[in-house]
C-alpha cells in the first residue's frame, strides 16, 4: 500500500484506479437501489411495464394516427415509438436518479470515504433494470406485429452504452448543483418534460427538414433515439450519421464536462450534505 | 520512516457560515442566491447614484474547525482522542478518513484506513440481515470475498442467526446496533478511526466489542479512538490526545491528559467560570461558578436515586431587573435529557446588582449510568441570551450498589428511568 496524501485540492493520482478498487461498492449500491425498487412496490415490475406501453399508445394514437405522420422504414408505428420511447425512458429515469442520488445518500458520504462520483454511476445502472423491462416488452409488441428485427440488431448494446453515458454526463453536473442549491430538484422534471418534446419520440428524425438536422441533433438523445431506431427497426430504417456525430461530440462534451464538475466538488460534498 | 502510519502537518480546516441562512441550513437555495445577487446590484448601484463608496455585501462568516494541527502516530498505537462538543475532534477524523479535505496543510497516511463514524452506516431498512451485512461490509471497504469468508463469524458475533432473512425494519433496536457492531468488528485494516459509536448497545455486547478491539491493538493496527467514556480510553489507550478549539492541548500518557481535561473542563465537582473566554450573551450578567454536592459534600460521582444538589453563583454586572435562569442536563453525546427554569418551580429572581448564589436541588436522579453534562443559561425578561456556558460542568451516575434491579441499570432504549406501576391480568382459557 503506497503512502497516501492528503491534502487541499490533492486530487488522487489515480483516481480511476482508485474507481476501479470500488467496483463492488458500486456493483452492491446498484443492487440495493434495484432490490428496495422492487421490494417496496410489489407492482414495481408492472409500473416498470405501464408507463412506456401507456405513453406508446398515445403517441402512436396523436402522431399516428391524428396527425398521420408516417413511420420509420416500413415498420408498424406503435413499434417505431417504443424503439424511441425506450431509451427516451432510460435516459429522463437515469438523469433523475442520478441527479438525485447524492443527496439521497447524504448520510453515506457523510459518513464514508469512496470515490463519490460511484454513487451517481450507480443510479445510472439501477434506472437501467426498467430499460431491459421495456426491452421485453418491446420485443413483446415486435411479435404481435410479427416485425423481425434483421441483423443490425446486435448492435443495441452499443447504443445502450451511448444511452448511459448520455445521462451521465449531465447527471453528474446536475448532481452537484442539486447538492449546492436544494431547489434545483424542482428544474429536473421541467428538464425532462420539455426533453421529450425536443427530441423525437413520438415521431421519426427523418421529418425534420433536411438543413435543421444538423442543429436538432445537437440535442444528444436526437442520436441516440436514432441509433436505436436503426437497429431495432432495420431494413429501410435510413442513419443520418453527420447528426449522430454531432450528437456524439455533445455527449461527449457534457460527460467530459460532468466528470469535471463533479471531480471539482467531489471533496467537499461531506461539507455541503 | 515506515512506523509513522499518520503523520498530519499544520492541519487546519475552515468552514464559512453564512448569516443569511440559518446555522441549521448548510445548503443555499438558488431562488435565495439569485434574489440576494439582484439585492446587492440594486443596492450597490443605489450606493453609486449616491456617491456612497461601494461595501462588499459579504454575509459569510468563517469559523476554524481546526488549526495548525501537527501529530504523529506510530504503527501499533492505540490512541484516544478527547475534548469538548466543537474541539474538532469529528472534523479531524474526517478529514483523517478521507471524507472531507482540509483547508490547509496536509496528512500522509501509510496504511489503510476504515472509519467507523456511524453504527450501521448504509444499512436499509427494507433489505433483510444477510444484505445489510453485505452492504454494510462493502461500505466499510470489504471485499464480497472477504464479507463471504467471515459472514459466519459476523452472524455468531451478532447473536441473530435466525432472523438473518429478516428485513432489519423488524428488529429490535439492540438486535440493529449488535448486526451493525459485528459487521464493523471484522473489518481488519491497518489503521481503524472509531468516533464515539461504543456508547450504544446494552453492556455486556459492549464488553464484547472492548474484548475485539483490544485483540485487533494487539495485532499490530492502529486505532484513533473518540470517547467520553474516560474510564473506557484509560483502559484502551496508552497514549491520549486532548482537543480544544481546534487545537492539541495536550498530548501524552492518558491518565495525565484525562487528569488536565478533567481539572480545567469543569469534570471535577466545581468548575471555575469566571476565566470562560467562550460564554456568549449581552454579558450583562455571568456566572462564576458551578459546585455539585452529594450530601453537603462535593461530589460529581451519583448513584441511581440520589440527591443531586447544583450550586453555582451569578455576578450581575447592570441590573436586569426580573431575570431567568436555567439549568440543563444533557448525556456526553449531547442529547438533552432535562432544562430547569427557576420560574418553573415558582423561584423569582430579581437581578440587581451583585453577586447571587443558586442552589438547584435534584430530587432522586432518574437516569442511567453514563457520563452527563450541565449547561447554565441566564435570559432577560424577554428571554434574550445574557450568559450561556455550555457544558460547564460534568458528572458521572454509576451503578448504585443497593439498586439490584438490572435493568434499571442499563440505558437501553430510552434516557431516564420512571416508576410505572405493574401488574398481570392471567386467565387460563
Given at each position: 500500500m503506497p503512502e497516501l496524501i492528503i491534502e487541499a485540492?490533492?486530487?488522487?493520482?489515480?483516481y480511476w484506479r482508485e474507481l476501479w478498487r470500488y467496483r463492488e461498492l458500486f456493483a452492491v449500491l446498484a443492487w440495493r437501489d434495484l432490490s428496495v425498487l422492487y421490494k417496496q412496490t410489489a407492482i414495481g415490475v408492472l409500473w416498470a411495464l405501464m408507463r412506456p406501453v401507456l405513453t406508446m399508445v398515445v403517441f402512436t394514437i396523436v402522431f399516428?394516427?391524428?396527425?398521420r405522420l408516417p413511420s420509420e422504414g416500413g415498420a408498424p408505428y406503435p413499434v417505431m415509438v417504443f424503439a424511441g420511447m425506450l431509451p427516451w425512458m432510460f435516459f429522463a429515469n437515469a438523469l433523475t436518479e442520478a441527479s438525485n442520488s447524492l443527496l439521497a445518500n447524504g448520510n453515506l458520504i457523510g459518513k464514508v470515504y469512496f470515490p463519490r462520483i460511484v454513487v451517481p454511476a450507480a443510479a445510472v445502472v439501477s434506472a437501467f433494470a426498467d430499460f431491459l423491462i421495456g426491452l421485453l416488452v418491446l420485443f413483446g409488441l415486435m411479435a404481435v406485429y410479427r416485425f423481425a428485427p434483421d441483423g443490425?440488431?446486435?448492435l443495441l448494446p452499443v447504443f445502450a452504452v451511448v444511452a448511459c453515458l448520455t445521462s451521465l454526463g449531465p447527471g453528474l453536473w446536475i448532481a452537484t448543483l442539486n447538492v449546492k442549491y436544494?431547489?434545483?430538484?424542482?428544474?429536473i422534471p421541467f428538464i425532462v418534460q420539455f426533453g421529450l418534446y425536443i427530441s423525437p419520440v413520438g415521431f421519426?428524425?427523418?421529418?425534420?427538414?433536411e438543413q435543421w438536422r444538423l442543429v436538432y441533433s445537437l440535442n444528444p438523445m436526437v442520436g441516440v433515439i436514432d441509433g436505436f431506431r436503426w437497429c431495432i427497426l432495420g431494413g429501410e430504417s435510413r442513419m443520418y450519421w453527420p447528426g449522430f456525430a454531432v450528437s456524439m461530440a455533445v455527449t461527449a462534451f457534457f460527460l467530459w464536462f460532468g466528470i469535471r464538475r463533479f471531480r471539482k466538488t467531489e471533496m467537499s460534498l461531506a461539507d455541503l450534505l | 520512516m515506515p512506523d509513522i502510519v499518520i503523520a498530519a502537518e499544520g492541519l487546519s480546516k475552515r468552514y464559512m457560515i453564512g448569516h443569511?441562512?440559518?446555522?441549521?441550513?448548510?445548503y443555499v437555495a438558488l431562488r435565495d442566491v439569485i434574489a440576494r445577487k439582484a439585492r446587492n446590484v440594486w443596492r450597490k448601484s443605489a450606493d453609486l447614484v449616491h456617491g456612497r463608496p461601494i461595501v462588499q455585501g459579504d454575509s459569510v462568516e468563517e469559523f476554524w474547525a481546526l488549526r495548525d494541527i501537527n501529530l504523529e502516530i506510530r504503527r501499533g498505537e492505540v490512541v484516544g482522542l478527547i475534548g469538548r462538543n466543537g474541539a474538532g475532534k469529528s472534523t479531524l477524523l474526517k478529514i483523517l478518513s478521507r471524507i472531507t479535505e482540509p483547508t490547509k496543510g496536509r496528512v500522509r497516511l501509510n496504511g489503510r484506513v476504515a472509519s467507523?463514524?456511524?453504527?450501521?452506516?448504509?444499512?436499509?431498512?427494507?433489505?433483510t440481515g444477510r444484505e445489510n451485512i453485505f452492504l454494510n461490509g462493502a461500505i466499510l471497504g470489504m471485499s464480497r470475498r472477504e464479507i463471504k469468508r467471515k459472514f459466519a463469524d459476523i452472524a455468531a458475533f451478532a447473536e441473530i442467526d435466525e432472523f438473518l432473512?429478516?428485513?432489519?425494519?423488524?428488529?429490535?433496536s439492540g438486535m440493529y446496533v449488535r448486526l451493525a457492531f459485528a459487521v464493523a468488528a471484522h473489518l481488519e485494516p491497518e489503521i481503524l478511526i472509531v468516533d464515539?459509536?461504543?456508547?450504544?448497545?446494552d453492556a455486556e455486547f459492549q464488553r464484547k466489542c472492548l474484548g475485539k478491539m483490544d485483540a485487533v491493538s494487539k495485532d499490530g493496527r492502529t486505532v484513533l479512538l473518540v470517547s467520553h467514556d474516560m474510564r473506557r480510553l484509560a483502559a484502551l489507550c496508552h497514549r491520549t490526545i486532548l482537543m480544544n478549539g481546534g487545537m492539541v492541548e495536550a498530548d501524552g500518557e492518558t491518565q495525565t491528559v484525562i487528569d488536565r481535561y478533567m481539572a480545567k473542563h469543569?469534570?471535577?465537582?466545581?468548575?471555575?467560570?469566571?476565566?470562560?473566554?467562550d460564554m456568549s450573551g449581552s454579558g450583562d450578567a455571568r456566572f462564576q461558578s458551578i459546585e455539585l454536592l452529594k450530601d453537603g459534600q462535593p461530589c460529581r460521582s451519583f448513584a441511581f436515586g440520589d440527591r443531586l444538589v447544583q450550586r453555582f453563583a451569578i455576578d450581575v454586572v447592570r441590573p436586569l431587573g426580573r431575570g431567568l435562569v436555567s439549568t440543563s442536563i444533557a448525556t456526553a453525546?449531547?442529547?438533552?435529557v432535562y432544562e430547569y427554569f427557576n420560574i418553573d418551580a415558582?423561584?423569582?429572581?430579581?437581578?440587581?446588582?451583585g453577586r447571587h448564589v443558586f442552589t438547584v436541588a435534584i430530587d432522586k436522579l432518574n437516569l442511567y449510568p453514563g457520563t452527563y453534562t450541565m449547561t447554565l443559561w441566564i435570559g432577560d425578561r424577554n428571554s434574550f441570551r445574557v450568559d450561556y456556558a455550555e457544558e460547564a460542568i460534568s458528572f458521572d451516575v454509576v451503578l448504585a450498589?443497593?439498586?439490584?434491579?438490572?435493568?434499571?441499570t442499563q440505558r437501553n432504549g430510552g434516557l431516564v428511568y420512571q416508576d410505572a406501576a405493574w401488574s398481570i391480568d392471567h386467565r387460563t382459557s
Open positions: 485540492g490533492h486530487s488522487e493520482r489515480h399516428g394516427r391524428i396527425a443490425r440488431i446486435v436544494r431547489d434545483f430538484r424542482y428544474v421519426s428524425a427523418a421529418l425534420i427538414p | 443569511q441562512t440559518a446555522v441549521s441550513e448548510r467507523l463514524l456511524e453504527v450501521g452506516t448504509g444499512f436499509h431498512p427494507e433489505l432473512d429478516t428485513p432489519v425494519k423488524r428488529y429490535s464515539e459509536v461504543l456508547s450504544v448497545g469543569g469534570m471535577a465537582a466545581f468548575a471555575d467560570l469566571s476565566q470562560r473566554r453525546d449531547g442529547i438533552p415558582g423561584c423569582e429572581w430579581t437581578a440587581s446588582r450498589p443497593a439498586i439490584g434491579v438490572e435493568h434499571r
